[in-house]
């Protein structure tokens, strides 16, 4: 076992945290009571790069768990819950990650955790398996596959896929039902306010919020911010999407129109630079910018380096940019994902990452069975997985769900008349 974390010393707080999730990750306590028994995961090494905060380690106990062996680190530089860290490292785990690593040491970080050769990799945005494709080949054939957990990642390796380099099948955990309808959707919005308001302080009610992008992200994004009481505005390039916006109430309006208006922008898009200096120009003294998609490329941030002149940190976490004419515009987290990146964020709620990350456990246990007989594509998580992770999650929530009747069943599958 080695680690390299920020201070080992963090161990007990982080212990507490994980033990705190850990009590209320039911899912993902069932799996991890299945596979401790049978041990799928026996002899085998996951290499992960996962933003390294509580739940993230119950995941990792749950692999323990399973048989494996597990090297982590993280798969942002600034999502390191040290605390989490120091206690995994104190558990035993493989662990290269800390809050605050440079271009540098992100990358070092995650060969280092190449080097114990894994067995199966578990991604956040696919940098790991990027790395294997293009500067760690020799591992090509000894990886069995990989598990991807964002839309991003899935995004990368598809395109990947296409154009015929990928070289070992990968779940697309993040495709999952149970996976995007509710942590991209319902983790990302209240885990985004969660950071925003904890890192500013700042009245969400009565605010002008400006949400760039209307996937399952801004989808959910938006509609808390109008919960709290926020007036809500949509920036959309896809017409079917604006639409769905208008009718679901908000204002939609073109990136010019918005800048102009807005006090609070989110970016949710997965695009880059749909924040520019052109819109940045025509913002409010005080305006705040956050991303909440996977990479830092939403906020132009040289464009805003370009037009201000002056930069200073005036609290943690927030950037404050200042332009010719004294407006300042207020920068959370350097443009990194807002809900995982600032000190006091905490990513998803708990009973959330409890789906995600069950169905992380699940990929890897089916990979370690059958991972060496699949194709080098990439493939869903098997429905019947993705609905258990449902059910468990129902019965954890002591929901009853209604039965269908033998007729009414009979009579969805008939093709004759209805009357
Ligand atoms: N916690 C661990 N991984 C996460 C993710 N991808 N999104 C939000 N919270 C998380």
């Given amino acids: 076992m080695s680690y390299k974390v920020k201070d080992i010393k ?106 114990f050769t894994p067995d199966i990799l578990i991604d956040d945005g696919a940098d790991l398996i990027y790395l294997v494709h293009t500067k760690r080949t020799e591992l090509i054939g000894k990886v069995i596959g990989g598990a991807e957990e964002t839309t991003t990642g899935v995004i990368r390796l598809r395109a990947m896929e296409k154009d015929g380099v990928l070289k070992f099948p990968v779940f697309a955990v993040n495709d999952s039902y149970s996976k995007h309808f509710f942590d991209n959707r319902f983790g990302t919005a209240e885990s985004t306010f969660q950071a925003i ?11 002008k919020v400006v949400v760039v992008g209307f996937g399952f992200v801004g989808r959910g994004i938006a509609s808390r911010a109008r919960g709290l009481g926020a007036k809500v505005a949509v920036v959309e390039t896809d017409p079917v999407k604006a639409l769905e916006a208008v009718m679901d109430g908000y204002d939609v309006e073109t990136m010019d129109e918005a800048a102009k208006r807005g006090d609070i922008f989110i970016t949710t898009t997965g695009n880059l630079k749909v924040i520019r200096a052109e819109h940045m120009k025509k913002m409010h003294d005080g305006a705040i910018l956050c991303n909440s998609g996977h990479f830092n490329v939403e906020i132009d941030i040289l464009g805003l380096e370009k037009i201000s002149v002056s930069k200073k940190e005036v609290l943690q976490d927030v950037l404050e940019y200042k332009m010719k004419d004294g407006r300042r515009i207020h920068l959370l987290t350097e443009g990194r994902l807002v809900n995982l990146a600032g000190a006091r964020a905490l990513g998803h709620p708990m009973e959330i990452m409890d789906m995600s990350f069950a169905l992380q456990a699940m990929s890897a246990v089916l990979l370690a069975q059958r991972g060496k007989k699949m194709k080098p594509k990439v493939y869903r998580v098997p429905e019947e997985i993705d609905v258990r992770v449902t059910e468990l999650k129902l019965k954890s929530l002591g929901v009853n769900v209604e039965k269908i009747t033998p007729e009414q069943k009979k009579y969805l599958e008939s093709w004759k008349e209805g009357t």
């Fill in 197 to 207: 308001t904890t890192t500013t302080n700042t009245l969400i009610a009565g605010k």
């Fill in 10 to 115: 963090l161990a007990p707080e982080g212990k507490r945290v994980i033990d705190w999730a850990q009590a209320h990750m039911p899912v993902l306590a069932q799996i991890r009571k299945e596979i401790s028994k049978t041990k799928p995961l026996k002899g085998l090494t996951v290499g992960a790069a996962l933003h390294t905060e509580a739940k993230t380690a119950v995941l990792v106990r749950t692999l323990v768990a399973g048989g494996a062996k597990v090297a982590i680190t993280s798969c942002n530089p600034l999502s390191t819950k040290d605390d989490v860290a120091a206690s995994l490292a104190r558990e035993g785990v493989n662990i290269y990650a800390w809050r605050g690593e440079t271009n540098k040491e992100y990358y070092a970080n995650l060969n280092k955790i190449l080097d």
